[in-house]
């Protein structure tokens, strides 16, 4: 089997990105796809701050385009998940589909995932009426009564998104103020067929034994009050962790599992490099994604040369 110059875990906005520029500097990257090819900008609409398109441009078709670039200059890809990896030597080693595939210089963008509440029901009612990807699932729910769960960007996102298709949503966020940027905000807040529901949580969903969304039962933070309300659809949009369980063990993360790095995108171990949304949980844009991964292969580019691998 032979040593690839370099693997790149992921195709996201950080692993694509990286991909172009090492294709470019002729190191021939193999990108491993990931469980979501393209990542999170594929389960988005429109995207109105990423520079170059002044018009906005959709998620989807933003990676695609993406894609293409690194494809251009000769990248390749391979759709799978990384199982495990060794990288203690000079050759890291990476598990996927089953087989070993080898590399002088890796690169991890694998991103980040939806979080959950931790609620029985949500996981058993997933694709069932729980969602976490109004953009994918939004369309099921035409003239639905529907639940979005949280106070970020996303939540905004997705509440605005899901009146397209909602005769009503109800946003439940666990505090008095939100977390979002003021315009998302407002945008939300004057949209007719929001109504916000403060200082609420989640606490049970019906119905289990009919396999379906019927029912959100809730609670107010402040007095402990119980409500319910009727729903078809539950939203849950309250961040995201990151994707680094495959590698664990072999490099440093921090509590939460974001890949800790150094002088740029260089992680604990010599050759293997993190970029994107799995290592920062501050900025967490597509802009600074691809920011990184462009870093992120210009460290690998200098630690090959140094290695003599060019
Ligand atoms: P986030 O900013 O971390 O917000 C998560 C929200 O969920 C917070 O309001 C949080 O409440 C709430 N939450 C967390 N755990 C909870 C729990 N167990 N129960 C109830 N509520 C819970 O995550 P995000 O909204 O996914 O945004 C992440 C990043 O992506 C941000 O930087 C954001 O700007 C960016 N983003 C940008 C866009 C865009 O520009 N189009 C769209 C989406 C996301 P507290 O506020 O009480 O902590």
């Known amino acids: 089997m032979s040593v690839k110059k370099i693997i790149i875990i992921g195709s996201g906005a950080a692993g694509l990105t990286s991909a172009v520029y090492a294709a470019r500097a002729n190191l021939n990257p193999l990108v491993i796809d990931g469980s979501l090819p393209g990542g999170q900008l594929t389960t988005t609409t429109d995207v109105e701050n990423f520079p170059g398109f002044p018009e906005g441009v959709m998620g989807p078709e933003l990676m695609e385009r993406m894609r293409k670039q690194a494809e251009r200059f000769g990248t390749e890809f391979l759709f799978g998940q990384v ?13 996927v589909n089953g087989k070993e595939l080898q590399a002088h210089a890796v ?16 996981k058993k009612l997933m694709g069932r009426g729980v969602s976490t990807c109004a953009t994918c699932d939004g369309a099921f729910f035409r003239d639905a009564n529907l639940l979005v769960v949280g106070g970020g960007d996303s939540a905004m996102e997705e509440s605005t998104f899901l009146t397209k298709f ?54 107010n ?21 990151p994707n680094s369980q495959a590698f664990q063990g072999q490099i ?11 002088q740029g995108t260089h992680t604990s171990s010599p050759g293997v490099f993190a970029a994107g949304d799995c290592v920062d949980h501050v900025y967490r844009q597509a802009i600074t994604a691809a920011g990184m991964g462009c870093m992120a292969a210009l460290d690998a580019e200098r630690y090959l040369t140094a290695k003599g691998i060019e």
């Open 252 to 262: 440093d993360t921090d509590d939460n599992g974001y890949i800790l790095v150094k």
């Open 221 to 241: 933070t402040q007095t402990g009050e119980k409500s319910s309300l009727e729903v078809e659809g539950i939203f849950i949009a309250i961040g995201h962790i």
């Open 107 to 122: 690169i991890i963008g694998t991103g980040a995932s939806p979080k959950l509440l931790g609620l029985e029901e949500e």
């Open 166 to 219: 909602a005769k009503k949503v109800t946003l439940v966020h666990r505090r008095d103020e939100f977390r979002a940027s003021k315009i998302m905000q407002e945008r939300t807040l004057k949209n007719p067929k929001i109504e916000v529901l403060w200082n609420t949580n989640l606490i049970a969903i019906d119905d289990l034994q009919a396999g379906k969304v019927t029912q959100a039962h809730l609670q």
């Open 83 to 95: 199982e495990s990896c060794d990288f203690s030597g000079e050759i890291k080693k990476i598990k």
